[in-house]
């Protein structure tokens, strides 16, 4: 079992910056690709970005390519999400998922609680 808790949320003007963190406690996150998904209201939830265990590749949507930036540390059991030039859709509550790298939710077993960005206009 691995428990996710994320932090870092918050409300930021348009072009402002954020800095998403999960903690990962049970088990070590070096053998799953981590990934943070978002979740507009009324939306389907979405692959923001992932980073997989198996070379640190990062993959990002097309929309947030060159704006987060995903990392993670094995050693402290953490991953982040970097989130640059903020636009008004980033608006969605972001939820770490530890799992097998997919675009779809159901290859990710283990998910934390959600924490809520919101951008102002």
């Known amino acids: 079992q691995v428990q996710l808790v994320e932090s870092g949320g918050g409300l930021v003007q348009t072009g402002g910056s954020l800095r998403l963190s999960c903690a990962a406690k049970?088990?070590?996150?070096?053998?799953?690709?981590m990934a943070w998904f978002r979740q507009a209201p009324g939306k389907e939830r979405e692959l923001v970005a992932a980073i997989r265990q198996s070379d640190g590749s990062a993959y990002y949507i097309d929309s947030v390519k060159g704006r987060f930036t995903i990392s993670r540390d094995n050693a402290k059991n953490t991953v982040n999400l970097q989130m640059d030039s903020l636009k008004p859709e980033d608006t969605a509550a972001y939820y770490c998922?530890?799992?097998?790298?997919?675009?779809?939710?159901?290859?990710?077993?283990?998910w934390g609680q959600g924490t809520q960005v919101t951008v102002s206009s």
């Open positions: 998922a530890a799992g097998s790298f997919s675009f779809v939710r159901t290859s990710y077993a283990y």
């Open positions: 049970g088990r070590t996150i070096s053998s799953y690709t």
